[in-house]
């Protein structure tokens, strides 16, 4: 698909030039997990349901739902007060830091008992080529959306920290969580808080190749709420 726009540009006073411009519109890459009731969510957290209240097929004159979920559902942007006594809502979180230029990372590591947690020495691009303040790794570690595993990957402190010190503030994963589902301390939400670096999790990245894009995930602004699901996308910055 294509977008042909005219344009008039005069050059002097008895001269006018026309020009046509031809733009090709950038494809969305979608990385949000499908929301259906299948999709895992953290033990003992609240499970995805519907209550259909009416349809237009039993004779109503619109169809209308009400959804129950948590707000850790899937493609998520944490709020700070998820890890912060005190620290923002979700809907106080600077919202420009979930638009815009990223790079999309591997971070390959290995599932194991108790889950791994990714390193510096990890992520397969030198630290110091890092020139956007988003950054998104990509583990594999939680390859199946409707099945919870326990081992996934989550982040050391220490690459938190390292990220930060290059300007980046906001990170994303395609785990459920930037910790290791057993961690008690919640070490690596500790440096986010601490550096005020925001949290995305829950995304879709096995089918993105490692790169630059522009990434679009701006969270609802549910008032006083400790996350909300966004729908997030990347798109090439050609």
Request: charged share 20%; hydrophobic share 45%; net charge negative.
């Amino acid at each position: 698909m294509t977008t042909t726009v005219t344009t008039v540009t005069t050059t002097n006073k008895t001269t006018a030039t026309n020009m046509t411009i031809t733009m090709t519109p950038r494809a969305l890459i979608d990385i949000t997990p499908a929301i259906t009731p299948d999709i895992a969510v953290w033990p003992g957290d609240t499970p995805v349901s519907r209550e259909v209240l009416c349809t237009i097929e039993g004779g109503a004159t619109i169809t209308l739902s009400t959804l129950r979920a948590t707000v850790h559902l899937g493609a998520h942007a944490d709020g700070a007060n998820h890890y912060g006594a005190g620290a923002a809502s979700i809907d106080a979180m600077p919202l420009a830091r979930y638009l815009g230029p990223c790079h999309v990372i591997d971070a390959p590591v290995a599932r194991r008992e108790g889950g791994s947690r990714v390193g510096v020495g990890d992520i397969r691009l030198d630290i110091a080529a890092i020139r956007h303040p988003r950054v998104l790794l990509r583990t594999g570690t939680f390859p199946d959306f409707t099945r919870w595993n326990s081992d996934f990957a989550g982040l050391e402190p220490a690459l938190v920290d390292a990220l930060a010190d290059r300007g980046v503030t906001l990170i994303g994963i395609d785990t459920p969580s930037v910790d290791v589902q057993e961690s008690k301390d919640l070490a690596a939400h500790k440096r986010f808080l601490a550096r005020d670096v925001s949290i995305l999790e829950g995304l879709r990245l096995a089918h993105v190749a490692p790169g630059e894009y522009e990434l679009i995930a701006l969270p609802l602004p549910l008032v006083g709420f400790d996350a909300s699901p966004v729908r997030a996308v990347l798109r090439s910055l050609a």
